[in-house]
């Protein structure tokens, strides 16, 4: 069973950068499985932030493209989200994600693991 949990949320003025991270344990076919971050915000949707495939390949939403990076860390089992030139729009819950053979990286129903979720609140 593949256990996710976020870290890294916080507060920061627009402009600022903030760093998340998902510590991933029990993936057993992490060449077959895409990560990713997705992010809700009160009364919308969830919706796809970022994706990373196991040959290194990423995916971003176009709100966030420059902005932000996605990573992992293969040694530590830790995915990361650098957040950068932060908006108060991308004030949401942050939620890492696992699925495999993902067909639509940021759509939200081809993941089925997730993560609690970390709190990210942009002020302006």
């Known amino acids: 069973q593949v256990r996710l949990v976020e870290s890294g949320g916080g507060s920061a003025q627009a402009g600022g950068s903030l760093r998340l991270a998902c510590t991933i344990s029990g993936l057993t076919q992490r060449r077959y499985s895409t990560m990713a971050w997705f992010r809700q915000a009160p009364g919308k949707e969830r919706e796809g932030v970022a994706a990373?495939?196991?040959?290194?390949?990423?995916t971003y939403t176009e709100s966030v493209k420059g902005r932000f990076a996605i990573s992992e860390d293969t040694g530590r089992n830790t995915l990361t989200l650098q957040m950068s030139s932060l908006k108060p729009e991308d004030s949401a819950m942050y939620y890492c994600?696992?699925?495999?053979?993902?067909?639509?990286?940021?759509?939200?129903?081809?993941?089925?693991?997730w993560g609690q979720g970390t709190q990210v609140t942009v002020s302006s």
């Open positions: 994600a696992t699925g495999t053979y993902v067909a639509s990286k940021l759509d939200v129903y081809e993941y089925n693991s």
């Open positions: 990373i495939e196991y040959d290194g390949s990423t």
